[in-house]
Structures are given as C-alpha cells and as structure tokens.
C-alpha cells in the first residue's frame, strides 16, 4: 500500500518509531553484558533519518554527523560505524568509555536512516578498572580512544581493529558481547524503518519523518516557549573538585529569549581543569548539548503527563541555539584534556539552563538535583580475587510547582538499586538500615524529595571508593525555596564517633566490624516554606521524615505531641509565620546553602569581568 | 442423572459468559448474562441456572464449576487502598518509599515525574526489633512485645489489612510465622499476609508488595468467594468450586481466597488456555493470542501449546513476581474513542466509551467515534448484532465520523480506516512486547484472534508483523469461559536457595525441591486430588555468578529426579542462549538463586466436537458495500458461520458473521474451516 502521507500514516509512523526506540532498548539490554548497561541502564538509543537527524526523542542521544564527516558518501549496506572519541566526533561522546555504534539502514538502495546506540562500557583500558580515572592529566590515561571508524565494511568485520579493541580491555568479553549487542540491537531498529517504507513508500516515510522534527519544533514553540519572558538572563553553577584541586569550578550560561528561539552563550565559564572534569561540546555547532538540554524545557508542560508526552528529537535546534567562548574553558577544552567525569558538568548544565528558565518563568520550573554518585567497598576474597560491591544512588528529587520531589530519583530511566538481600548474599556486608534521610529534603512550599540514609557494616577488611560531587555545596532551592543537604559518607569505628571524608575518594581503609554511613543529597526546595500546609508540614513530622525542630525552623509550623496525637498548635504558628514573614528580607530566587554562603563571603568565588551575581533576583510569590 | 455437567463461569465487565459441558454426552450450553457488578454472584448464579434450564437439568447433575473472575484485579485498579498496613524489619521502614530508586522512561524525566503514592503510607508502617542473616540464621531475637504494641497502633490508626515481610525471611519464615500466631490470637479479625507464605524470594521491595497485594485483595476475593461458594452449596450441596488462577491452573475457591494474588490474571487465562485447546485441534503449536474486550487487548505468546510463565509482571506499576502466564495487555479495544490529539495528530485510545455509554451505533447513548463505530462504518457488520438483539445505527455513527474526517479533510471511511489502522497498530506493539521484546519473530506464530473484535482486526493486526496464518475459534466471543473447561490443578512453590553449581550441592539442593514436592503433594490432596495423581515439576531459576537477574527452567519431561540439577543446569545455558543470543557454558559458574515446584493434578478434559463436512462450496448468505482502504467501497460475499462445514473454503474479500464475532477477511487472505470449526485464514503470496 503506497499512500501519500495524512494523518493516518502520520500517527502510525510516529509510533511505530516511538516503540522502535523501546525494542532497542530492550535488545540492547537483553544481549548485553556490561552490568552498567544490562542493570544501571546506562545507554542510549536513537533512530535517525538519512541527512542524520534525530527522529526519536524519549532520551538524549549521540550524532551521526561524524559518519558525515569521516566517509562523506562511502556509506553502504553492512556498514557498522564505530567510535568512542571525544575530540574527533562532533562532540558527540562524553568519555571514552562511552562507545558508539551506528548502522546505516537501506530500503533496496536508497538510504533510509540510521539506528544508533551508545552506552556507558565496563572497562576500555586506562589507568584504572573501569576507565574513570578521579586522577588523571590526559585523555590518554583514560583509556583507548577510537575515532570514527568502519567496524564492518559492507558486512565484512575489521578483524584487527577489534582485536585492537579488545585487547585494550580489562574484560574483552564483556566488550565484545556488548559491542555484538548493540550492533544487533540496530538491525532490529533497522527492521522497524524498512518495514513502514515498505507498507507506505518511501516518499511518505521521509515526509513524515520531516513533519515528526517540525511537530517537535512547533510544540516548543506554540506550548513552551510563550511561558519564558523575552529578554536576557544568566545563572551559574559549580564543581567542587577535578581531583587535583579543590575549589569552585563555574559553569555559566546567558540565556536569550526572543519568541521564536533561546540562545544559550557559555562565555563566562571557568578555564578548562587540570583533572577529567571536563566536556568538550564545542563541536558541529554544539547539536550536542542543544539535544542534551532540549528535554529539560519540557518542565514548562502544563501537566507532568504532558511533559511525559513531549518526544525532543531534531527539532530542538530550530528553537535551541548555543554560543561557545574561545578554547580552553571547561565546555571548550583543548584537544587531549581529560573527560572521564564529565558527568558532573553534564547534570550541571541541566540545573543551570532550569535556573534561567526559573528567572525567566517567575520562578515555575523544579529546583536542583544531584542524582549520580557511585560509592562502593572493594576487597580480596580467600582466593585472591577481587570482590566489588559498586552501586549508583540516587538522591532527592527536585520541588516543583506541581509537586513536592520525589525521593531518591536516579536520573538514568530504570536505573536500580541494590537489595539488601542481595547484597548481603553477595558481599561481606550487613546492610543495618536502607532509609530515608530526615530533614535532608529542601524546604520550600513544595519541598525537595528525600535523600538515602544508608548504613551498611562491612564484615571484612575492605576499602571505600566515593566518586560524589555535591558533598558540599548543596542542590539549590528555587523561588523561596530552601537548598537540600549535601552527600557525605562517613566511617564510625568500634569505640570512636564517625570519621567524615570527603566526597571523592578511592581507597579508604574500612576494618571488619566498621559501619559505613552513607546519606545523598536532598532536593531543592521550591516555593516560600512559609506558604507550606500545615497539614503537610504535619504529615512530614508525622512520618519521621521531618523533625518537629526542622517543622518550627524551616517552616514556622508548631507541632506538639506524638504518634497519632501529634497536632499543629495552630495558633503559634500562624503566630511565629506573621513574625518570620515579617523579620526577613525579600525572599531570592535562589538559596544555595550554607556552605555556598560560607565559600562566597570568604571570597572564594570570583565573577569575570562584566559578570555579576545571578544570583541577585527576587522570587515571585503570591 | 448422574453430575456429569461441567460448568464454567467467566465474568467480564460487561457480560458474564457461562458454558456447560456434559461429559457423557459431549452437549455444550453456552449462555451469556449481564455482569453484576455490586454482587457478581448474582450474575454467575443466574447464569448456571440458564445454563441448566437450557440443558434442562437440576443443581445436582453439576460435576463441578470452574470459575475465572476479576475481583482481584478490580480491587487493584479501583485503588482500594485504605486501612493497609506493613510491618518490617528494623532499618526498612522506607521499603516501599524508596522502591528500587527508578524513574520510569525517559532520560531527565526525574525533574518532572511524580512519585505515585505508595499502597502503605508511611505512617501506616511500622519496624519490628529483629533481623536475620541470608542463610536464615538469627542475628537478632524478634521483640514479640514490641510486635504486638506496633500493631495495637496501627488497628488504632484504622488498619485492617496487613502485611508483613520482614529481612530474608525466605531463608526463615520463623519470625514471620510467629508474628503470624501471635496476631492471630491478639487480633482476630486482622486480614495478615506473611512474605514467607506468600512469595520465599528474595528482593525485599518485591516480595514486600506482592505480599501487600496480596492482603489489599483477600478481603474482596475472600467475601466475594465465600458468598459465591455458600450460595452454590444451598443450591446444590458440596461440590468442586474451581477458581483459575494466574499461572494458568485452578485451586479451590478455599485456597484461592488463602492467596489471593495469584488471582490478579484469573480473568484473561481462560482466553489463552481456549486458544491453546483451538490451536491443538488446529495441529498448530506456536501461536500469539489477541484477546480484543470493550477497553483493553491482552496478548500471549505460546510455543509447544505449552503456557510461558513470568515472575516479571506489573500491574498498574506495582511488581507482582508471583509466577503467571505472560500477557501484555494494550489499552485499544472495541470501545475505544478515537480523538484529535496535540498537532492535530489523529488518536485511539486509551479512553474507553464502556459499556456505557458505549459505541454510537450500539444506541446507548454513546456520542463520540469508536473502534466499533469505525467497523460499522466500513460496512463490516450487519444490521444487528448478538443473533439480532442489538440493532445497529450505523447512519449515526456514519455522520459522526463524517464530522470527524473533516478534521483532516478526510471521508467518513477513510477516517475510519485510518482509526482502525492506528488501534490496530497499539496491538502491534503490544504483541512485540510478548515477541521481539522477548527474541522472538512473529512471523513464525499463529494469531488466534478472539474476544469481541479480535477477528475484526485479525489480519490487519498479522499484515503488520508479517504474521502468514490467523485462527478464529469457534463462537470467539465465548473463548475464555471454553478454556475454563480444558484446566488443570495448578500450585508453584518456590524458595530462594542461593548456591554455586558444583560438585557435591546435589545434596543440599534436593531436599529442598523435595520438601516443596512434599508440599505440593499434601497441598493438592487437600484440594481432594490423590497422591498417585499429582504431577510434580521441578524448575530453578538459575544465573551466571555476577549477573543480578535470573532465567528460570524447568526440567523438561523424562529426566530423573537424580539428573535434577544437571538437566535445569543445561536447560539454562540453552535458554539464556535463546533469550539473550549468548551463554557462557563452560566459561562462567552458574549460580542457583531460587528452587521451584509445579504441582499438578490433572483434570479430565471435554471432547472437542467436530464440525460436520462441507457439502459443497459456501453461498454467501448476502452481499453487501464494504469500504476497503486504498481500494474503496466493494460488493463483498457475506458468509454465516455457521453455514461453514469442515473443509469450507472462502476467499476475501469478505466477511463472516456469527453470534457475538465478525471476521473480516481482505483481499489477499483466505480462509477455510477445520474439522473442529476453527476458521484458519492464510494471507497469499503478494
């Protein structure tokens, strides 16, 4: 059935794709073998059209503009493309260990598309297990890179690039699965594109894919563009280590908004770092990044189901333009600077383009989160093999106008924890407690979600590995509301008090019998505390999850007695609001914390010339 | 007489369906009545009593009832949450509030997606002083005062139902089980569910909600089934009382109502087991089931006519790891409203018309455009429907979708074609959850289509996923009551027993599989089948030593118990293969995670009845205009069913009626009739 493309085809067309993305999801994590991918679900896929752009949009994902770049039209059936190199892919991967593969898909001899999936690997070499080294001075200490590459040339496999590969590996059978995985899991998503050009044609086809990035495009434009005031504002942010040094290292961003499109100006951020902190987006006019931070604009949806709906394919960079400051910042690094943790600069530029948007909104987007640390205990067993007890926690998630955070989110979709009951079974461990950690939640009217409280007591001699920003500086609140708890880790030996450490460590000693505490970070809070229902404020007390102490400071509320007699004194509370309303200053936009008040009045952060406190803006209440 | 009829009950949102069997004779009674839903023992027992006056019997010629019920399940989605209550252990308070950390779908939707509120608040969750280690040995003493005092609050705070799960206590029930006695005599009329009882596995926050579940619907399935149960006893003294359950078996209304969670897929079981009895007479093994009702399609794939179970099932995003056959379920049906969506997308589903007000053309009222709408406006059914008890108008819904084409400058038909084509769609990708999701290619199945609107949309659905072959059963619309009759006694049993494969851990494995054998044994002969009859499976879910999930097997027949642990070792290196396209086999330690048992009593089934011989070819019984996409309006041949013998041939373009079904049959398909009625279409060589 050859058609001409209505709104049958249409809809048709664009689920087909949409639930192509699921299938390939699901066969990248079925065949698979890496834990980060199969269990923390680190990994993205995408489907794209023939000029490379990007039809599907649950998740961010890679570029095929390297493709492009290094084979021009030498692009043909049984191609499998191939590539982990920060530098030399259009900004497409983070980190080495983050590795490409990307198939070009063939109806007859037209090309169709490409079907793509990248995904956070176990170990691709460098100069520690896992290839995300916290001291290291250049990306060759992380690990092989490879630029763009054919890993199969018309079905023909490149035997000793893969080999090549391999033997770089700490575990090459986890790499080979993994690479085989992913190939196949293209092929899949390939199937889906040829068997729609088949049912409806070609022609049809390509103009749907064009009217699925104009519809992305016009939904920003007619649903969430009109909610951000035209004008200019700027936000910043900061890293608190590169592992060499600790002190604030800034992101900053100038946010420009005309009716039809936002311009985003990095100028402003701090040098590149020393240590692997930093992210090399400055590439193929930054498409990258434009479709890394795309998604966070969905916030200004009229409903959270709405958001869920919003699909942010190719169709961003018709709304969404970036400017980059010269080489050598930490956005625009130099060729071969480290940038195995980047993540930390990636989920902050998440939060600084929602800090624009709050200024630019009067304040109606979520506060901050902080949602990806790895803590673990490594330890011999008897025989002499290694026993890594390695785990992603989540943490509270952001206050928003709509909603209180929720509690311990993961930012990566499906991501896991790990039962106590696995654990347990597993490793020298007993986990004493998986909790929620009281009064780490930002305050505000819709306070901030819920950090973890865990404890776990090692039964043997071991070492702690923490790899966490955000141990001091906390997620900022917005709009009145109040900065969540930062993360820390401390060990408490037999007879002493717990010893704290910092948030980036590899090797701390921990004796059989010690108790490691662990508790993440709290949500920002998001609205005047004051503004809170009491009854909420008393169902929080009510639960543990706030003390009646932290009930009285953050939000004026009286509570007295306990368990089901637990009351608000109503009237000292209304009381202690109309005073605390009226002693205080005008409410900012943004609270930072304390340690953040702490470093600035100590003078230790310093604005570039022409730059001045973003931070100087009132919330907007009532 | 003697009681030779069987009698089963499917209870649906609309219509309950009843059929009675006579195992002498081979006579069937099918009879439908309207759903109560206040008292669905109203409806069940108004129609055994049409079923037996239609076979002109009494109460006492009943053998037994086999019933497939939605209580459960309804209880789960109209959120009966109220008055829950949960005990844990000491440091877990936040079990259910922290789940396992995940944010579902897309990357960053944790700035957005709220957390949906938990079946237990917080306040209503209690920790008990007590601990246990993983190899089930007690850390700590259980603080039976300290139990007591928690839930003498909790009663005060309103809770009547409770759960409790408390640190690897599948390794040891005996804390649990104490609690259990303890509350039995303390608070008598406390509904309790015990982790241990109800799912020894391990993962806390899994085996904590299919226990919470479990104790949210005991109070509905148990009044809900007692009433039903004494009514019947009044009626016709004590006799078998069947209740299907998830995995595809049946247990006694008793038992059922003891552990009620395995109940939450009792309703659409019934479909898959009648499929796999239609595809058996059929001689075909592998098939996918499409079960089309009024607001949802529930699909399954089959291999080896041999049900797949999943511990991996979620129902209205709570996990229940409980073993069940593994069904999809899609939110397109016949009722299904068709509607403009953002950028003036065309959409269908997941909002339903109902029963009520239902389709337009089924003149309740009903006033936007439907998936039975559409059908009507192709011309796909006749003027009445349900052997003439429901007069169509199909002149309103004809200018309903005028109404709505005119959106996109489109005709009546060819909007609803398009709305036909994109529900059709929904079910596409919910077969590929049960397929390609899972390795497999459709291609290589059969659909059996049934339910209402299956096998309106049967070969649009095959076209899609390059399915060749679809068979409708006979009276399609009755399927799921029809696979109540052809079940078994089915019970699993499960304990999570960590250990490495390895020489010398046959002796610690097979006392465990069998106590659960033991187990099975006494469980089924209280159900009053004897030992001799009572089957026993043995399965283990099995992983490679640092791989955090499982694949599950079972011993595949003729092994000895001895070779036990040898043959699951080997099924699951095979199986991982197929699943995953890869298995270490003689790279990697293979690691046993949970032992399981499959009980099974085997229940006599009824002979299918043939259908008689074609005598020549098929008259159409009328001609009628029917709108085909990129075609348009055809003369099409109109067959009854019933006039189709064994041996019938018929080519499309063309449709068949019958009582409660319409097949819809397009150009490039055809179709014949099997000795047993079964409606077999192939799609021909483009």
Redesign the interface.
């Known amino acids: ?1 050859k ?1 001409t493309l ?3 085809e ?3 067309i ?3 794709i949409r ?1 192509a993305e699921v ?1 390939i999801e ?2 990248v994590e ?2 698979a ?1 890496s ?1 980060m991918i ?2 923390q679900h680190d990994y ?1 896929v995408g489907l794209y059209d023939a000029k490379g752009r990007k039809l599907t ?4 994902g890679s570029l095929v503009e390297p493709v492009f770049e290094f084979f021009g039209d030498d692009i043909n059936p049984g191609d499998v493309f191939f590539w982990n190199d920060p530098y030399n892919s259009s900004g497409s991967c983070g980190h080495v260990p983050d590795l490409c593969t990307t198939v070009p898909i063939f109806h007859e001899d037209r090309l169709l598309g490409f079907a793509q999936v990248f995904g956070h690997h176990d170990d691709i070499g460098g100069c520690v297990p896992g290839s995300l080294p916290v001291q290291v001075r250049d990306q060759w200490g992380e690990g092989l890179v490879v630029p763009p590459a054919k890993l199969y040339d018309r079905g023909v496999l490149n035997e000793t690039a893969f080999r090549i590969i391999e033997r770089n590996s700490r575990l090459p ?1 986890h790499l080979r ?1 993994d690479i ?2 992913e190939i ?1 899991a293209c092929q ?1 998503g390939s199937r889906r594109l040829i ?1 729609l050009a088949e ?1 409806y044609g070609v022609e049809t086809l390509e103009s749907a894919f064009d009217s699925i990035i104009d ?1 992305c495009a ?2 920003i434009r007619r ?1 969430l563009l009109p909610k951000i005031a035209d004008g200019v504002y700027t936000f910043e942010d900061y890293i608190e280590s590169d592992g060499f040094t600790r002190k604030l290292f800034a992101m900053r961003i100038t946010m420009t908004k005309t009716a039809e499109k936002i311009t985003l100006d990095f100028t402003g951020t701090d040098p590149e770092a020393e240590g692997p902190i930093n992210w090399a987006i400055d590439y193929c006019e930054g498409r990258f990044v434009r479709k890394w931070l795309g ?2 604009l ?2 200004l ?1 009229d409903s ?1 189901e709405r ?3 919003i699909d942010i394919n190719e169709g961003i960079l018709d709304v969404l333009d970036v400017r980059f400051p010269e080489k050598g910042t930490l956005v625009t690094p130099h060729f071969g600077r480290p940038t195995g943790l980047r993540f930390f600069i990636l989920i902050r530029s ?1 939060g600084i383009f ?1 800090g624009v948007l709050a200024k630019a909104t009067g304040g109606k987007m ?1 506060a901050d ?1 902080e ?1 990806i640390r790895i803590w673990g205990m490594h330890s011999r067993e008897t025989d002499g093999k290694l026993s890594l007890f390695r785990e992603v ?2 943490g509270g ?2 206050g ?1 106008p ?2 209180d955070g ?12 790990l ?4 654990s ?2 597993r490793y020298p461990v ?7 950690q009281t009064d780490s939640a930002g305050a505000g009217k819709r306070r901030g ?1 819920f950090g ?1 409280d865990k ?1 776990v007591r090692a039964l043997r001699d071991c070492f702690l590995l923490s790899n966490a920003d955000r141990s001091e500086l906390a997620p900022y609140g917005v709009n009145g509301g109040v900065a969540g708890q930062p993360y820390g880790v401390s060990i408490e030996s037999d007879g002493g008090g717990p010893r704290s450490l910092p948030g980036m460590v590899d090797d701390v000693p921990v004796r059989a019998g010690d108790l490691v505490r662990l508790w993440t970070t709290g949500g920002g809070g998001w609205g005047d505390p004051l503004d809170r229902e009491t009854e909420l404020v008393h ?1 929080d007390v ?4 706030v003390t009646p102490e932290a009930a009285e400071s953050e939000y004026g509320v009286v509570v007295t007695g306990t ?2 007699d637990l009351v608000v004194d109503a009237d000292a509370t209304e009381r202690l609001r109309d005073e605390r309303r009226r002693g205080r200053d005008t409410l900012g936009m943004f609270d930072r914390g304390e340690h953040f008040r702490k470093v600035q009045s100590a003078g230790g952060l310093v604005w570039p010339e022409g730059w001045s406190d973003p931070d100087d803006w009132p919330a907007v209440t009532g | 007489m003697a009681n030779t009829l069987r009698i089963s009950v499917d209870t649906g949102g609309t219509f309950t369906d009843v059929i009675g069997i006579d195992g002498e004779t081979g006579d069937v009674h099918v009879v439908k009545t309207p759903s109560d839903r206040e008292d669905p023992s109203r409806a069940l027992l108004t129609g055994i009593e049409k079923v037996l006056t239609q076979a002109n019997r009494g109460f006492d010629s009943v053998e037994m009832v086999v019933h497939g019920t939605t209580t459960a399940t309804n209880a789960v989605l109209e959120h009966e949450f109220g008055g829950i209550g949960l005990l844990v252990t000491e ?5 259910i ?2 789940a ?16 949906p509120p938990r079946i237990v ?3 209503l969750v209690r920790e008990v002083p007590e601990r246990l ?2 190899d089930g040995s007690v ?1 700590r003493e259980l603080d039976e005062a300290a139990v007591l005092s928690a839930v003498r ?1 909790l009663v ?2 309103g809770v009547t139902r409770l759960g409790v799960c408390l ?2 206590s ?1 390794a040891n029930p005996m804390h649990e089980q104490r609690i259990g006695e303890l509350l039995k005599e303390a608070f008598p009329g406390l509904f309790v569910s015990l982790s241990s009882t109800v799912l020894p596995e ?4 899994e085996r904590a909600m299919t226990t919470l579940l479990d104790v949210m619907v005991k109070p509905y399935c148990r009044t809900y089934l007692d009433r039903a149960h004494q009514e019947l006893r009044a009626r016709s003294g004590e006799l078998p009382f069947l209740i299907m359950q998830s995995n595809g078996g049946v247990v006694s209304a008793r038992a059922a109502g003891e552990k009620p969670v395995t109940m939450l897929l009792s309703g659409p079981a019934g479909g898959v087991l009648g499929a796999i009895e239609s595809a058996r007479g059929a001689g075909i093994k592998n098939i996918i089931t499409l079960d089309v009702g009024g607001t949802s399609t529930d699909v399954a794939l089959i291999e080896d006519l041999t049900i797949r179970l999943t511990s991996e099932t979620v129902i209205e995003n709570y996990p229940v790891k409980i073993p069940m056959i593994d069904i999809a379920t899609v939110g397109t049906g016949g009722g299904s409203l068709a509607w403009v969506g ?6 269908v589903g997941p909002k339903s018309a109902g029963a009520v007000p239902g389709p337009i053309c089924y003149r309740r009222g009903g006033e936007l455009p439907t998936v039975t709408d559409a059908a009507a406006v192709l011309g796909y059914f006749p003027a009445s429907l349900v052997g003439g008890d429901l007069l169509l108008d199909r002149a309103s819904a004809h200018s309903v979708f005028h109404e709505f084409g005119a ?2 400058d ?1 005709s009546a038909e060819e ?1 609803a ?2 709305v036909l ?2 529900a059709v ?2 079910q ?2 919910g077969i ?1 959850q049960v397929s ?2 899972k ?1 497999r290619d459709p291609g290589d199945y059969t659909l059996v289509a049934f339910g209402g609107a299956g096998p309106l949309l049967a070969t649009e659905v095959a076209d ?1 996923l ?1 399915m060749t072959s679809v068979l409708v059963p006979p009276n399609p619309g009755n399927l799921s009551a029809f696979g109540l009759q052809v079940t078994d006694v089915k019970r699993d049993y499960v304990r999570t027993f ?1 250990r490495q494969v390895a020489d010398g851990v046959d002796a610690e494995v097979t006392p465990v599989w069998q106590e659960l054998e033991r187990q099975g044994r006494d469980e089924l002969s209280e159900e009053g089948i004897n030992a001799a009859g009572v089957e026993l499976i043995r399965g283990a879910d099995l992983r490679y030593v ?4 499982e694949v599950s097997v079972s011993i595949p027949a003729g092994v000895s118990n001895e070779d036990s642990l040898a043959a699951v070792t080997a099924e699951f290196h095979a199986e991982h293969d197929r ?4 298995s270490y086999e003689g ?1 990697q330690e293979v690691e046993i995670v949970n032992l399981r048992v499959q009980a099974i009593g085997r229940l006599h089934r009824p002979e299918l009845v043939g259908v008689p011989a074609s005598t020549g070819p098929v008259e159409p019984a009328a001609r009628r205009e029917v709108y085909w ?2 075609v348009g309006q055809q003369d099409c041949a109109i067959y009854q069913r019933s006039e189709l013998g064994a041996g019938s041939r018929i080519s499309g373009p063309c449709v068949v009626e019958e009582y409660g079904a319409t097949v819809v049959v397009p150009a490039h398909w055809a179709a014949s009739t099997d000795s047993f009625g079964n409606l077999i279409m192939v799609r021909r060589q483009a």
Not at chain 1, 57 to 60: D, E, F, I, K, Q
Not at chain 1, 419 to 422: H, I, N, V
């Open positions: 059935m058609t209505g709104p049958i249409l809809e048709v664009t689920g087909t639930s299938e699901a066969a079925r065949a073998r834990p199969r269990d993205r949009g649950r998740s961010y059978e699965g085989d995985s196949g899949l068997e049912r519809n016009e939904t649903e998604p966070v969905r916030c949806a959270p958001a869920a709906e998440l929602a979520p989160h949602t926690l989540g998630g952001p928003r709509w909603a929720s509690d311990v989110v993961h930012i990566v979709p499906n991501s896991r924890n039962p106590a009951e696995f347990e079974q007993l986990v004493e407690s998986l909790a929620l979600g973890y404890r169902y009510l639960c543990g999850l368990g089901n | 440091g877990f308070r936040h079990i509030e922290i396992r950390q995940s944010v579902p779908d897309g990357y960053g939707n944790s700035f957005f997606w709220v957390k608040p917080l306040h280690t993983y850390h609050e005060d705070a640190l690897h599948y391990y993962r806390e926050y953002p950028n003036g997308a065309l959409k959106n996109w489109l909007i074609a398009g084509e994109v769609a929904g596409v990708a590929r390609t999701l390795g899609f390059g960590v640092g791989e955090g999930y699943i995953y396209g890869f790279k996409r990129g």
